[in-house]
Structures are given as C-alpha cells and as structure tokens.
C-alpha cells in the first residue's frame, strides 16, 4: 500500500540529497504540505545566500506564506529530512501548521556535524551560563514596547 | 556613568514601540553591534511582510550577515528588546554571536499576548504529544544526506 506520508518525506531527503550534490547548501530539504498537495519547498541556504536563517523548514514555511498571502499555515502539514533544531521547531509553532514528520533525528545531525542537538541541550542551561549567554538588562522599561501593544486599538495579532 | 549596554539596548525598545505606533508589526526591535557600532536593526515584521519567521533577532541577523557578505556574525553582540523566543535563539546560535542582552522576558511576553513560554515550555515534552507533534518515519533512509554531505568534497561547512 502506498503511504503518502512517506512519498512526500521521500521527496524532501531528494531535495536534501540534491541540494548538496549542487553545492547549495547543507543536508536539508523540507516540504510544505496542505490538502494533499505541496504548497513550497525548501531547502538550506545558509552558506549560499549568507543567511544563517535559511534552514530548509524556515525556507519552505516562508515561501509558503507569501503563496498563499498569510503569516500562518493553518491546517498545513511539514515533511521535512531532518529533525527541525531549535529555530526551526519555533518557526514551526509561529507558523502553526497541524504537524511535522521527520525522517533523521538530531543525533544521526550530531553525526553529520550538525549543532542541532548542542543546541537544544543549552536550552537547559540557565542563560547566563551558556555557551552563548544572555543577560538582562532594564528589565522595567522592557515592558514598554508591550505597554503599546496592549493598548493599541490598530494591531494585528498573531 | 554612561552603561553603553544600556544606551544600545534602550535603542531597542525605542524601536519596539515605534514599530508598534506605525502598525508595521509586533512589539519587538533588535540591533546587532560590532566593535561598538550597531551594523544591522531589526523590527517584527510578521503581519506587515506575512512572514512568521520575521522577528526582530532573526530581521537584524539576516539584514547584519547582508550587510558584512558572511553566514555568521562572529564577535558580535545582540541587544533586543525581549527575551528571545526558541526560534531567534537557535537563530542566534547558528549566527555564532557573542552574547546577547535583552529587556522583558518571555513572562513579559505572555502577559503581552505572546506565546514566546509556552513554545519553550513545549520544548520539554516527548515530541509526538506536542500541541504541534513531531513523528518519524523512515528513520534508515533520513541518513542520505549526511552520507552525501560527509562524503562531498566542495561542501562548505557551517
């Protein structure tokens, strides 16, 4: 029996083959899917077009936006070949697509020479301590910028 | 005494409100400085270019690695307005910064209406009972790319 599910993550470990044979960037290809039916690709970018953003799930979930003309993908669904790391599961959950399938994991990335799995083990370091650290600073007038927010009779939520 | 942290990060939440009063996006700014000079801002830009993955960290980032024609930003600091997010803060790691400083945090953030807690919240659950779940399929054949990545011999690492 044909598995759907697995043909269209078939498609995205090919986009993430190919994209290294065509030296474009790293192992990663990603699909958006809703209703059956591929709505963008995407594939990492980083090194090609100097954006360290450009993962194959960040790639697709914005091409995909600016198809279909919304900030979120409501009832869409992302195949991708890797595990997303940090940054691409938070794009995932900004974009609010139903679910991902993934066919790597973080560690076969480890094995790849990917960061992904160190990554997500600082997230559970306190921020002061990690490898990248984060400090606060001004923490009243931070909420400023929320202050506006809140009262602003203009805004579009997301 | 003049704390330049404070008068760059201050910067930040200047450009956190001001985005809000011109209705061109969340209330969220960045900067991200060099040697003492901010090379690159950033603003939400989520609603107003439809883009979910335009928050303030990553728009400074990919406008900052534009700007200097590299996929990384060694050396440099990050000043935003708000705690990262899950996704700017896998952003900041794969843009390899030095540090970074912020204002609110994601408590702040919730009582403005933003998800940034409960997406790390998330982080901590088995991935296939998420709000948004993960599930694998096709675990042998996920490690095609890092086969073809470790076996190429133009790949330029990141």
Request: hydrophobic share 40%; net charge negative.
């Amino acid at each position: 029996m044909v598995n759907q599910r697995e043909i269209f993550l078939r498609q995205a470990i090919d986009l993430a083959v190919d994209n290294v044979r065509r030296g474009l960037g790293g192992p990663f290809g990603a699909l958006v899917v809703k209703g059956g039916e591929v709505i963008a690709t995407g594939t990492n970018q980083v090194t090609g077009s100097n954006d360290p953003t450009a993962h194959a799930e960040v790639v697709a979930i914005r091409a995909a936006c600016q198809k279909i003309g919304l900030f979120q993908l409501d009832g869409c669904e992302i195949y991708t070949s890797c595990e997303p790391c940090p940054m691409c599961l938070g794009a995932i959950y900004w974009a609010r697509v139903k679910a991902f399938y993934f066919a790597a994991n973080k560690d076969d990335a480890a094995r790849g020479q990917f960061d992904d799995s160190f990554i997500y083990s600082e997230l559970n370091k306190a921020i002061e301590g990690r490898t990248i650290p984060g400090y606060r600073l001004l923490a009243e007038e931070g909420f400023r910028p929320f202050d506006e927010w809140l009262k602003s009779q203009s805004k579009v939520p997301y």
